[in-house]
Every structure is written in structure tokens, then in C-alpha cells.
């Protein structure tokens, strides 16, 4: 191993007072929910929100005087952007951040508030890459890779380290995978510890970029993935290695699973985590029998989420949920029946979101016209009473997937 668990036992005492050490809380409404006994890592409380803080200090503590001098790049969809900006600053370390176009705007801005200078370029994290490798050759700055670094992957490390100082009997661990620095790191450091746990990293499907590399097959990586912290197509060598020899499973999420783990954690553990971070409690949503009655230690990697995309993730819950319905009425175009409609949903419990009168659409009757309604409920229960009442009173009503959208099956 190009990392021992010494050298991760050195990276702890060197974040003494640079980093948090944050804190691994019981999560009784996820163990609930799961069946397993939850316990969350929580490094979306790091200064900059993910655990990227430790491998970012480790790496730009050991630069050489001229090293500092020359400055440094780092290329990122985020998290080590802001993490090493933040230290950088901290070390009076001039930093450039190049990051793909399709960084949320909440990272980008708080990385270009931290001091560092931002590049956006291309659309993925490998298109980044290639950014950062010409600025290098032109410029001759340092690169502080985001995981392919044996400081970076001792720094990151120091999580699992902490995870069984504070909870030694964990039976497993559970953290994602991007690039492979955290979940090499976290492996290292947990096998040499306790021998016998069950290490799972989590990849969302999208870019199963581990997966395909330790089968031998190329990774067909791309899509819109609410995980854009791990959505990184090019792995390491190093980091393969690592992940196959310690290493238990690769669980892959899809896009929805990452969605409901992201609404969980903030209905039921109150904490705001961005997709990546939540792909740990995906997996054991995902496949809660494998987990239950277990002790499961969960990697919670980040929390920057951009807060529209947070809004979306947690109207799609409810919509889900049957929480809030979308239909579609078709209605008699003659005076009073809007205000019928609208009372026979009040008197029932249920509340209007928002409205849609139409009647000048050639796919109406001439006598005709449509309401869309957007209405709140309690529960799905309560939506199916609802929807069956207003067809008791003659109407035709067809359930949406979403305002304006299809009817759904």
C-alpha cells in the first residue's frame, strides 16, 4: 500500500485544530426507517462542508517553500475546490480552482469567496482535468489532485480513523465513491483497525466509474446525476488497487434512491447533505435486509447542496408520497363549478396549491372546460379518498406526474 495506517495516524495529528472533528451521532429515525443501527459520520459539519477539509490540509502542509511560492491547482466539481481555497488561503498559498460548467452555482461562488481564483471548463470532471493539466504546463503550478495523492488519501483517512475511535464495534462501514481517495483512505484505515469489517462503497450509476475499472471493462459514464460530487469518470491506479484489496462491495444507486436518501436525511436526521453524501444511507435503503440489526457506520461526505435543486428534490418526495397531488378535471364550462370543486376539496381536508383554468383548447368540448389542480394532503390514503369523492360527483379525473406533465398509470 502506498499508504499505511501510520501514515493516516501522522495525517490526524496534523489536522489537530485545522479541521473539525466531526461528530458520529446515533441516527434513531434512519434506524427506524432501515432496520439497521444507524450511526452517521457527519462531515457536511467540516468548514466546507465535506470531508474534503482533510485530505486538502495534508496535501498543502507538505509543499516545500518554493512549491507554496509557485501556488497550486486543483480541478473539482466542488467540494476539494472549496477545500483547497480554504486552506490555501489559510497558508497564504495563492490557488487556481478549475471546475466543470456544470458545478452548481452555490459551489462556484463559494469557492471564488474563499480567494481562490475559478476556471470553468468543460462539462464533466475529466474535461476539468484536461483544463488544469495546460494551465500547469503554462503557468508551472502545483496540482493537489483530489484523490489520486497518498497525502490526500491519508487526510481522508483520519474519517474512518475517528469513526472507530468512537465507534468500535461498527460491523460495517459504508462511504462513497468518486475518484476512490475517500473510500481508499476510509479502508486502510478501518482494516487495520478491525480486520473483519464489511467496507461498501457507493457509486451512482450514472458513473460507475470503480465498478467498470475493477472488472476490466471501460466505464460508460454520463447523465444528469444529482451526485456531482462522485460523478467522476477517470480513476487511478492507485485507488483501484486499494478499493479491490479491502474493498467488500460496490453498490451502484440510481437516481432516485439518491433522491429519497437526500429527503431522508433531512426529514429524519435533520441535516442538509447534497447527493453524494447521501449515497451511503441509499445503499442500506436500497437493500435494508442486507444491513438489518446491523451496526452500519455511514459516511455523510457533504452537505453543499444547491438549495433550488434541494427544493426540487424535496417536492419530487412528496409528489412521491402522494403528498401533494396533480390531476386534471373536466368540468361543465358554465358558471359556479370552480368554486364547487374548490369547497368539496376544502371540506374534505385538503388543501389547493395552485390552479389551471382552461377552456380555449381545441381538445375541449365547446361546452367544456379543464381544471389542472395542484392539492396538498395528508398522505396517499387520503389523496386515493380524495380523487374517488370528486369522481363521485360526476366528474372525469385524471391523476399527473406533475403540473402540466403526464397522466400517470
Known amino acids: 500500500m502506498s ?140 496540482l493537489v489532485h483530489p484523490y489520486d495523492d497518498p497525502a490526500i488519501i491519508a487526510g481522508q483517512g483520519t474519517v474512518a480513523l475517528e469513526m472507530l475511535q468512537d465507534e468500535p464495534d461498527l460491523d460495517v462501514l459504508i462511504a462513497p465513491i468518486g475518484g476512490g481517495g475517500l473510500i481508499s483512505g476510509c479502508a486502510i484505515a478501518a482494516r487495520a483497525l478491525k480486520p473483519d469489517i464489511e467496507i461498501i462503497g457507493v457509486e451512482a450509476a450514472l458513473f460507475a466509474s470503480m465498478s467498470a475499472a475493477l472488472k476490466g471493462e471501460p466505464a460508460n459514464c454520463g447523465g444528469n446525476t444529482i451526485a456531482e460530487g462522485i460523478a467522476v469518470k477517470n480513476v487511478a491506479e492507485r485507488t483501484i488497487a486499494i478499493v479491490r484489496d479491502l474493498v467488500s462491495d460496490i453498490v451502484c444507486l440510481d437516481e432516485t434512491i439518491i433522491e429519497r436518501a437526500v429527503n431522508a436525511c433531512l426529514l429524519l436526521q435533520k441535516s442538509v447533505v447534497e447527493g453524494a453524501g447521501a449515497a451511503s444511507l441509499g445503499a442500506v435503503m436500497l437493500e435494508p435486509e442486507r444491513y438489518r440489526g446491523r451496526k452500519v457506520g455511514l459516511v455523510v461526505s457533504g452537505g453543499n447542496v444547491d438549495p433550488r435543486l434541494l427544493s426540487f428534490v424535496i417536492y419530487r418526495e412528496l409528489v412521491r408520497d402522494k403528498r401533494i397531488v396533480n390531476f386534471r378535471v373536466q368540468i361543465p364550462d358554465t358558471p359556479g363549478v370552480l368554486g364547487r370543486i ?68
Open 3 to 142: 499508504v499505511t495506517i501510520d501514515d493516516i495516524r501522522k495525517a490526524a495529528k496534523k489536522l489537530e485544530g485545522h479541521v473539525v472533528r466531526s461528530p458520529m451521532l446515533a441516527a434513531p429515525k434512519l434506524s427506524e426507517l432501515t432496520g439497521a443501527q444507524i450511526h452517521l459520520k457527519h462531515e457536511n459539519l467540516q468548514y466546507t462542508n465535506s470531508f474534503k477539509d482533510r485530505g486538502a490540509y495534508i496535501k498543502l502542509a507538505s509543499l516545500s517553500r518554493d512549491e507554496r511560492r509557485r501556488g497550486v491547482i486543483a480541478m473539482s466539481a466542488g467540494n476539494h475546490a472549496q477545500a483547497v481555497a480554504y486552506h490555501a488561503a489559510a497558508l497564504a498559498i495563492p490557488a487556481t480552482i478549475v471546475m466543470p460548467q456544470t458545478t452548481p452555482f452555490v459551489k462556484v461562488e463559494s469557492t471564488e469567496k474563499l480567494g481562490a481564483t475559478v476556471v470553468l471548463s468543460g462539462e464533466t470532471l475529466a474535461d476539468a482535468q484536461v483544463a488544469a493539466e495546460a494551465i500547469i504546463e503554462n503557468k508551472g503550478l502545483v
Open 342 to 409: 374548490s369547497s368539496f376539496i376544502g371540506s374534505h381536508g385538503a388543501n389547493i396549491l395552485e390552479v389551471s383554468h382552461r377552456r380555449m383548447f381545441l381538445d375541449m368540448p365547446a361546452k367544456g372546460a379543464e381544471l389542472e389542480l395542484m392539492v396538498e394532503t395528508r398522505d396517499g390514503h387520503h389523496a386515493e379518498t380524495l380523487l374517488e369523492a370528486i369522481r363521485g360527483l360526476g366528474f372525469v379525473v385524471r391523476l399527473l406526474d406533475a403540473p402540466g406533465g403526464r397522466e400517470s398509470p
